[in-house]
Protein backbone atom coordinates (compact mmCIF):
# COMPACT_ATOMS: atom_id res chain seq x y z
CA UNK A 1 0.00 0.00 0.00
CA UNK A 2 1.52 3.36 -0.98
CA UNK A 3 1.38 6.05 2.12
CA UNK A 4 -1.02 8.69 2.53
CA UNK A 5 0.86 12.62 1.92
CA UNK A 6 -1.36 15.24 3.48
CA UNK A 7 -1.55 18.55 1.30
CA UNK A 8 -0.01 20.44 4.02
CA UNK A 9 3.20 18.54 3.62
CA UNK A 10 5.11 20.93 1.18
CA UNK A 11 3.91 23.65 3.74
CA UNK A 12 7.11 25.84 5.14
CA UNK A 13 5.57 26.80 8.50
CA UNK A 14 7.49 30.26 10.94
CA UNK A 15 7.16 27.66 13.97
CA UNK A 16 9.53 28.74 17.57
CA UNK A 17 12.95 27.25 17.14
CA UNK A 18 11.72 23.75 19.37
CA UNK A 19 9.25 23.38 16.49
CA UNK A 20 10.69 24.37 13.11
CA UNK A 21 12.53 21.21 11.74
CA UNK A 22 11.23 19.15 8.98
CA UNK A 23 12.54 16.22 7.69
CA UNK A 24 11.34 16.39 4.66
CA UNK A 25 14.26 18.75 3.98
CA UNK A 26 17.13 15.98 4.40
CA UNK A 27 15.39 12.65 3.92
CA UNK A 28 17.49 9.46 2.57
CA UNK A 29 20.51 11.90 2.91
CA UNK A 30 23.49 9.92 4.08
CA UNK A 31 22.27 10.32 7.97
CA UNK A 32 18.89 8.70 7.17
CA UNK A 33 21.08 5.53 5.30
CA UNK A 34 22.80 5.25 8.43
CA UNK A 35 20.49 5.27 10.89
CA UNK A 36 17.70 3.41 9.14
CA UNK A 37 20.22 0.72 8.27
CA UNK A 38 21.33 0.17 11.92
CA UNK A 39 17.84 0.33 13.26
CA UNK A 40 16.89 -2.65 10.46
CA UNK A 41 19.55 -4.50 11.77
CA UNK A 42 18.50 -3.78 15.26
CA UNK A 43 14.52 -4.87 14.59
CA UNK A 44 15.46 -7.77 12.37
CA UNK A 45 17.48 -9.13 15.84
CA UNK A 46 14.19 -8.60 17.76
CA UNK A 47 12.64 -10.71 14.90
CA UNK A 48 14.60 -13.83 15.69
CA UNK A 49 12.77 -14.44 18.63
CA UNK A 50 9.07 -15.41 19.06
CA UNK A 51 8.45 -13.08 22.23
CA UNK A 52 7.23 -10.21 20.80
CA UNK A 53 8.61 -6.79 21.43
CA UNK A 54 7.94 -2.72 21.81
CA UNK A 55 9.45 0.12 19.61
CA UNK A 56 9.39 3.53 20.70
CA UNK A 57 10.61 6.34 18.21
CA UNK A 58 10.55 9.61 20.05
CA UNK A 59 10.79 12.00 16.98
CA UNK A 60 9.22 10.10 14.44
CA UNK A 61 8.88 13.03 11.73
CA UNK A 62 6.03 12.42 8.77
CA UNK A 63 6.87 8.78 8.95
CA UNK A 64 6.93 8.81 4.87
CA UNK A 65 8.31 11.25 2.49
CA UNK A 66 8.07 12.44 -1.19
CA UNK A 67 12.18 12.51 -2.70
CA UNK A 68 10.52 14.74 -5.72
CA UNK A 69 8.92 17.07 -3.55
CA UNK A 70 9.62 20.84 -3.09
CA UNK A 71 11.40 20.87 0.10
CA UNK A 72 13.67 17.20 -0.96
CA UNK A 73 14.84 18.88 -4.14
CA UNK A 74 15.31 22.52 -2.41
CA UNK A 75 18.24 20.81 -0.14
CA UNK A 76 19.24 17.71 -3.03
CA UNK A 77 20.52 15.98 0.15
CA UNK A 78 19.14 12.25 -0.92
CA UNK A 79 21.86 12.90 -3.09
CA UNK A 80 24.31 12.31 -0.74
CA UNK A 81 22.71 8.86 0.49
CA UNK A 82 19.82 6.68 -1.09
CA UNK A 83 20.00 8.06 -4.74
CA UNK A 84 23.78 7.24 -5.09
CA UNK A 85 23.18 4.00 -3.61
CA UNK A 86 20.32 3.14 -5.51
CA UNK A 87 22.27 3.89 -8.71
CA UNK A 88 25.04 1.33 -7.25
CA UNK A 89 22.16 -1.46 -6.43
CA UNK A 90 20.42 -1.08 -10.16
CA UNK A 91 23.85 -1.74 -11.91
CA UNK A 92 25.82 -3.86 -9.75
CA UNK A 93 23.35 -5.41 -6.95
CA UNK A 94 24.47 -6.16 -3.39
CA UNK A 95 25.62 -9.24 -1.95
CA UNK A 96 25.08 -7.93 2.19
CA UNK A 97 22.12 -8.82 3.01
CA UNK A 98 21.64 -5.83 5.68
CA UNK A 99 22.03 -3.33 2.78
CA UNK A 100 19.91 -5.85 0.81
CA UNK A 101 17.17 -5.82 2.78
CA UNK A 102 17.16 -1.96 3.00
CA UNK A 103 17.26 -1.49 -0.24
CA UNK A 104 14.33 -3.57 -1.06
CA UNK A 105 11.97 -2.10 1.36
CA UNK A 106 12.53 1.02 -0.02
CA UNK A 107 11.93 -0.70 -3.34
CA UNK A 108 8.98 -2.13 -2.53
CA UNK A 109 7.57 1.14 -1.14
CA UNK A 110 7.34 2.69 -4.23
CA UNK A 111 5.74 1.62 -7.82
CA UNK A 112 7.12 -1.21 -9.91
CA UNK A 113 8.06 0.97 -12.25
CA UNK A 114 10.24 3.56 -10.00
CA UNK A 115 13.37 2.56 -12.20
CA UNK A 116 16.01 5.27 -11.94
CA UNK A 117 15.33 6.83 -8.55
CA UNK A 118 12.57 6.50 -5.60
CA UNK A 119 9.71 8.53 -5.00
CA UNK A 120 8.89 7.72 -1.75
CA UNK A 121 11.47 7.14 1.10
CA UNK A 122 10.37 5.47 4.41
CA UNK A 123 11.45 7.21 7.30
CA UNK A 124 11.97 5.62 11.14
CA UNK A 125 8.26 4.88 11.90
CA UNK A 126 7.60 3.28 8.42
CA UNK A 127 10.57 0.82 8.26
CA UNK A 128 9.29 0.26 12.34
CA UNK A 129 5.71 -0.77 10.77
CA UNK A 130 7.52 -3.06 8.25
CA UNK A 131 9.23 -5.51 10.58
CA UNK A 132 5.83 -5.45 13.38
CA UNK A 133 4.19 -8.64 13.78
CA UNK A 134 0.81 -9.72 14.91
CA UNK A 135 1.55 -9.07 18.66
CA UNK A 136 4.26 -6.67 18.54
CA UNK A 137 3.66 -2.93 19.35
CA UNK A 138 4.96 0.61 18.49
CA UNK A 139 4.94 4.35 19.54
CA UNK A 140 5.44 7.06 17.63
CA UNK A 141 6.02 10.15 19.13
CA UNK A 142 6.18 13.93 16.94
CA UNK A 143 5.70 17.08 19.14
CA UNK A 144 5.56 19.25 15.53
CA UNK A 145 2.11 20.26 14.97
CA UNK A 146 1.91 19.80 10.89
CA UNK A 147 4.23 16.99 11.41
CA UNK A 148 2.04 14.98 14.03
CA UNK A 149 -0.80 15.68 11.67
CA UNK A 150 0.76 13.70 8.27
CA UNK A 151 2.29 11.21 10.88
CA UNK A 152 -1.36 10.46 11.72
CA UNK A 153 -2.49 10.14 8.34
CA UNK A 154 0.29 7.66 6.87
CA UNK A 155 0.40 5.58 10.35
CA UNK A 156 -2.83 5.74 12.08
CA UNK A 157 -4.59 3.26 10.58
CA UNK A 158 -2.50 0.31 12.02
CA UNK A 159 -4.06 -1.40 15.75
CA UNK A 160 -0.82 -2.07 16.14
CA UNK A 161 0.87 1.55 16.33
CA UNK A 162 0.23 4.55 18.80
CA UNK A 163 1.01 8.04 18.01
CA UNK A 164 1.04 10.33 20.90
CA UNK A 165 1.47 14.69 20.26
CA UNK A 166 4.47 14.43 22.44
CA UNK A 167 7.95 15.84 23.33
CA UNK A 168 10.10 12.90 22.76
CA UNK A 169 12.51 13.86 25.38
CA UNK A 170 9.63 13.54 28.11
CA UNK A 171 7.83 11.05 26.32
CA UNK A 172 10.85 8.78 26.37
CA UNK A 173 10.71 8.33 30.34
CA UNK A 174 7.01 8.28 30.34
CA UNK A 175 6.20 5.36 28.17
CA UNK A 176 8.87 2.94 29.49
CA UNK A 177 9.10 -0.11 30.65
CA UNK A 178 6.88 -0.45 27.73
CA UNK A 179 4.46 -3.42 27.46
CA UNK A 180 5.87 -5.79 26.61
CA UNK A 181 8.79 -4.75 28.13
CA UNK A 182 11.11 -6.91 25.44
CA UNK A 183 12.32 -3.71 22.33
CA UNK A 184 14.19 -0.65 21.72
CA UNK A 185 13.90 2.82 21.62
CA UNK A 186 14.90 5.46 19.14
CA UNK A 187 15.76 8.85 19.89
CA UNK A 188 17.09 11.27 16.88
CA UNK A 189 16.51 14.15 17.91
CA UNK A 190 17.39 17.67 15.10
CA UNK A 191 19.75 19.27 17.66
CA UNK A 192 18.80 22.70 16.27
CA UNK A 193 18.72 23.61 19.98
CA UNK A 194 22.15 23.31 21.74
CA UNK A 195 20.25 22.00 24.89
CA UNK A 196 19.08 18.79 22.93
CA UNK A 197 22.52 17.81 23.79
CA UNK A 198 22.16 17.62 27.54
CA UNK A 199 18.38 16.30 26.98
CA UNK A 200 19.18 13.78 25.03
CA UNK A 201 22.18 12.52 28.12
CA UNK A 202 19.33 13.53 30.69
CA UNK A 203 16.81 11.46 28.84
CA UNK A 204 18.54 8.50 27.72
CA UNK A 205 19.77 7.81 31.35
CA UNK A 206 16.68 8.04 33.05
CA UNK A 207 15.39 5.52 30.52
CA UNK A 208 18.18 3.59 31.12
CA UNK A 209 17.16 3.61 34.80
CA UNK A 210 13.21 2.58 34.29
CA UNK A 211 14.10 0.05 31.53
CA UNK A 212 17.71 -1.34 31.65
CA UNK A 213 16.92 -4.21 29.31
CA UNK A 214 15.96 -1.84 26.57
CA UNK A 215 17.96 -1.30 23.75
CA UNK A 216 18.37 2.53 23.42
CA UNK A 217 19.09 3.74 19.95
CA UNK A 218 20.76 7.62 19.06
CA UNK A 219 21.67 9.38 16.45
CA UNK A 220 23.64 12.03 16.60
CA UNK A 221 25.42 14.65 13.88
CA UNK A 222 28.71 15.03 13.23
CA UNK A 223 29.64 19.07 12.64
CA UNK A 224 31.82 21.22 11.81
CA UNK A 225 34.51 22.34 14.47
CA UNK A 226 33.20 24.99 15.70
CA UNK A 227 29.78 23.13 15.76
CA UNK A 228 29.94 19.81 16.61
CA UNK A 229 29.56 17.87 20.09
CA UNK A 230 29.56 14.17 19.07
CA UNK A 231 32.68 13.90 21.23
CA UNK A 232 30.73 15.15 24.28
CA UNK A 233 27.57 13.61 23.48
CA UNK A 234 29.67 10.06 23.19
CA UNK A 235 31.44 10.55 26.49
CA UNK A 236 28.57 11.71 28.89
CA UNK A 237 26.94 7.98 27.87
CA UNK A 238 29.88 5.68 26.90
CA UNK A 239 31.01 6.31 30.52
CA UNK A 240 27.90 5.27 31.91
CA UNK A 241 26.26 2.69 29.63
CA UNK A 242 27.31 -0.33 27.69
CA UNK A 243 27.42 0.93 24.20
CA UNK A 244 28.25 0.31 20.69
CA UNK A 245 28.92 3.28 18.21
CA UNK A 246 28.31 2.96 14.61
CA UNK A 247 29.69 6.06 12.54
CA UNK A 248 30.09 7.16 8.89
CA UNK A 249 31.54 9.97 7.87
CA UNK A 250 31.19 11.32 4.18
CA UNK A 251 33.42 14.56 3.81
CA UNK A 252 35.89 16.59 5.29
CA UNK A 253 35.24 18.32 8.58
CA UNK A 254 34.40 22.32 8.03
CA UNK A 255 35.58 24.64 10.48
CA UNK A 256 31.63 25.95 11.32
CA UNK A 257 28.39 24.43 8.75
CA UNK A 258 27.69 21.47 7.31
CA UNK A 259 27.76 17.67 8.27
CA UNK A 260 30.10 15.69 7.12
CA UNK A 261 29.06 12.38 8.68
CA UNK A 262 26.72 11.27 11.60
CA UNK A 263 26.86 8.45 14.04
CA UNK A 264 24.49 5.98 16.08
CA UNK A 265 25.22 5.08 19.66
CA UNK A 266 23.30 1.37 20.67
CA UNK A 267 22.88 0.95 24.19
CA UNK A 268 22.98 -2.92 25.27
CA UNK A 269 23.79 -4.01 21.84
CA UNK A 270 22.22 -7.74 20.82
CA UNK A 271 25.46 -9.80 20.14
CA UNK A 272 27.04 -9.92 17.03
CA UNK A 273 25.44 -6.26 16.12
CA UNK A 274 29.15 -4.31 15.75
CA UNK A 275 30.43 -7.54 13.14
CA UNK A 276 26.42 -6.91 11.03
CA UNK A 277 27.20 -3.52 11.09
CA UNK A 278 31.01 -3.48 10.25
CA UNK A 279 30.54 -5.42 7.29
CA UNK A 280 27.25 -3.50 5.69
CA UNK A 281 29.34 -0.26 5.99
CA UNK A 282 32.18 -2.03 4.00
CA UNK A 283 29.34 -2.89 1.55
CA UNK A 284 28.28 0.56 1.49
CA UNK A 285 31.27 2.35 0.60
CA UNK A 286 32.28 -0.38 -1.62
CA UNK A 287 29.27 0.02 -3.58
CA UNK A 288 29.13 3.78 -3.33
CA UNK A 289 32.95 3.78 -4.82
CA UNK A 290 31.16 1.93 -8.08
CA UNK A 291 29.00 5.35 -9.02
Not at 49 to 61: E, L
Not at 108 to 125: F, K, L, M
Request: with cysteine.
Amino acid sequence: MMPVFNANQSRLDVEPLMLSYRHAFHAGNHADVLKHLVLLALLQQMRKKDKPFCCIDTHSGAGWYRLDDDQARKTGEANTGILPLWEAWRQHGCDNPLLRDYLELVAVSNPVDAGDAPVYYPGSPAIIQSQLRENDRAHLMELHTTEIDILRENMGRDGRVSIHHRDGFEGAVGLVPPEPKRGLLLMDPAYEDKRDYQQVVNSLLSVNRRWHTGVLVLWYPMLGKTRDRSEWLKSQLCQQLETHVVEWVVGEQAEDFGMHGSGMLVVNPPWQFDTVMADALQALRDMLKKV
